[in-house]
């Protein structure tokens, strides 16, 4: 029987997303193609993708992108163009059966081309939520209603996506959930290979003394929509009545030097920096509870990161992935961090939670979106458009 060639078309990635392609070659067996940009995906990913999937990866090698949307910008506050050489020829060249494009724009138009001309199906991978996508204008949604008469089925997030393309018109039963995954395993077994006497020099290093309190952490962009000087304010209230706790904050961006003013007057706060990938687990091994306070996400995947190293969650409830992956008094809290007696009230919770129980529920709820499970997700509604 001949092998069935799967093409995923995606301009950009980083390292979260090499086990789920890795895993997507297995499904296929070694079937998997994935065509991206050379000039967007940083060259450790490269090199890694590369050494997975061999020749199936496929770089376009000269790209040129006009605009002004920018990644630290709340969505649909910019636009971006791209024109890629040479992409369509390196899509015909691998001839596939199916394609995969991620979004309805970016290199999309170009898969979407392919599969009109040569009769293939087309999967539309998409994120948005109706909280991310509320400022949009009307001519993206015209244009995505129209790119929807020619899509055989999309695999989504979870319900707050779904629920968004319903509400455009997209039929429910081409909708496929569970679609996004972290380098869970990967970072799970890291932390485990971490021990407790690796983890109280690190934590010691870190502080600079002995923690007696819960340490939170917040791992991600120094960015407003982030919302993390919300988080700074409601965290100067709990150390009035929880002096012990620390906050602990990875990450870089525009936003970091005005975070450390606010937080100047307040000795609890450890700003670490830009942290690698490769060392993101030491950070989540010593920590006790994971906060994300955005003020807009499609599905942060640092939440299923910390979940998958044994973490409680407390999560915005303007996070796209929040329904499925936290639920109240069994693995977290979710809050709003516009209001701030809500995340004050967020970070009082874990002071009377059994947080080992949480944790071991956060494990066993992340597994449902690890690389193999989503990859399984992936290929059933492949299978359905096949």
């Given at each position: 029987?001949?092998?069935?060639?799967?093409?995923?078309?995606n301009?950009?990635?980083?390292?979260?997303?090499?086990?789920?392609?890795?895993?997507?070659?297995?499904?296929?067996?070694?079937?998997?193609?994935?065509?991206?940009?050379?000039?967007?995906v940083?060259?450790?990913?490269?090199?890694?993708?590369?050494?997975?999937?061999?020749?199936?990866?496929?770089?376009?090698?000269?790209?040129?992108?006009?605009?002004?949307?920018?990644?630290?910008?709340?969505?649909?506050?910019g636009?971006?163009?791209?024109?890629?050489?040479?992409?369509?020829?390196?899509?015909?060249?691998?001839?596939?059966?199916?394609?995969?494009?991620?979004?309805?724009?970016?290199?999309?138009?170009?898969?979407?081309?392919?599969?009109?001309?040569?009769?293939?199906?087309?999967?539309?991978?998409?994120?948005?939520?109706?909280?991310?996508?509320?400022?949009?204008?009307?001519?993206?949604?015209?244009?995505?209603?129209?790119?929807?008469?020619?899509?055989?089925?999309?695999?989504?997030?979870?319900?707050?996506?779904?629920?968004?393309?319903?509400?455009?018109?997209?039929?429910?039963e081409?909708?496929?959930?569970?679609?996004?995954?972290?380098?869970?395993?990967?970072?799970?077994?890291?932390?485990?290979?971490?021990?407790?006497?690796?983890?109280?020099?690190?934590?010691?290093?870190?502080?600079?003394?002995?923690?007696?309190?819960?340490?939170?952490?917040?791992v991600?962009?120094?960015?407003h929509?982030k919302?993390?000087?919300?988080?700074?304010?409601?965290?100067?209230?709990?150390i009035?009545?929880?002096?012990a706790?620390?906050?602990?904050?990875?990450?870089?961006?525009?936003?970091?030097?005005?975070?450390?003013?606010?937080?100047?007057?307040?000795?609890?706060?450890?700003?670490?920096?830009?942290?690698?990938?490769?060392?993101?687990?030491?950070?989540?091994?010593?920590?006790?509870?994971?906060?994300?306070?955005?003020?807009?996400?499609?599905?942060?995947?640092?939440?299923?990161?910390?979940?998958?190293?044994?973490?409680?969650?407390?999560?915005?409830?303007?996070?796209?992935?929040?329904?499925?992956?936290?639920?109240k008094?069994?693995?977290?809290?979710?809050?709003?961090?516009?209001?701030?007696?809500?995340?004050?009230?967020?970070?009082?919770?874990?002071?009377?939670?059994?947080?080992?129980?949480?944790?071991?529920?956060?494990?066993?709820?992340?597994?449902?979106?690890?690389?193999?499970?989503?990859?399984?997700?992936?290929?059933?509604?492949?299978?359905?458009?096949?």
């Amino acid at each position: 029987m001949k092998q069935r060639k799967i093409l995923w078309v995606n301009p950009s990635f980083l390292d979260y997303r090499i086990p789920f392609y890795d895993e997507m070659n297995k499904c296929c067996n070694g079937g998997f193609h994935l065509i991206y940009s050379k000039n967007r995906v940083p060259e450790r990913c490269r090199l890694n993708i590369g050494r997975r999937l061999g020749g199936n990866a496929i770089g376009i090698e000269k790209e040129v992108c006009y605009g002004s949307a920018t990644t630290a910008e709340f969505a649909n506050r910019g636009v971006t163009i791209p024109f890629p050489k040479g992409l369509y020829r390196k899509i015909a060249s691998v001839e596939p059966d199916l394609l995969v494009a991620e979004g309805f724009f970016q290199f999309t138009p170009w898969a979407l081309l392919y599969s009109i001309v040569h009769r293939k199906p087309l999967l539309i991978a998409y994120e948005r939520t109706a909280h991310t996508e509320r400022n949009c204008p009307f001519w993206r949604t015209a244009y995505r209603r129209f790119v929807n008469l020619f899509v055989d089925g999309y695999v989504v997030n979870g319900r707050l996506t779904k629920e968004y393309l319903m509400s455009h018109g997209v039929r429910e039963e081409s909708i496929f959930t569970g679609g996004m995954c972290a380098d869970s395993t990967g970072l799970a077994d890291s932390v485990t290979a971490f021990s407790s006497c690796e983890r109280d020099c690190f934590r010691n290093q870190v502080f600079g003394s002995r923690v007696s309190g819960l340490i939170y952490i917040y791992v991600g962009q120094m960015i407003h929509r982030k919302g993390v000087s919300s988080l700074i304010e409601g965290w100067r209230t709990h150390i009035a009545k929880h002096g012990a706790d620390k906050l602990l904050l990875v990450g870089d961006g525009p936003e970091l030097e005005n975070c450390r003013k606010i937080a100047e007057t307040m000795g609890s706060i450890v700003f670490a920096g830009a942290v690698d990938y490769s060392l993101i687990h030491k950070y989540y091994a010593i920590s006790d509870v994971f906060v994300m306070p955005t003020l807009e996400d499609n599905w942060s995947l640092v939440v299923p990161e910390a979940m998958a190293c044994g973490l409680p969650v407390a999560c915005s409830i303007y996070n796209g992935c929040h329904p499925e992956l936290v639920r109240k008094d069994v693995n977290g809290i979710t809050f709003d961090p516009l209001l701030p007696e809500s995340v004050v009230m967020a970070l009082d919770y874990f002071h009377n939670a059994d947080l080992r129980k949480l944790g071991r529920a956060s494990i066993e709820i992340e597994r449902n979106y690890n690389p193999a499970h989503v990859a399984a997700n992936v290929m059933r509604a492949i299978d359905s458009c096949l």
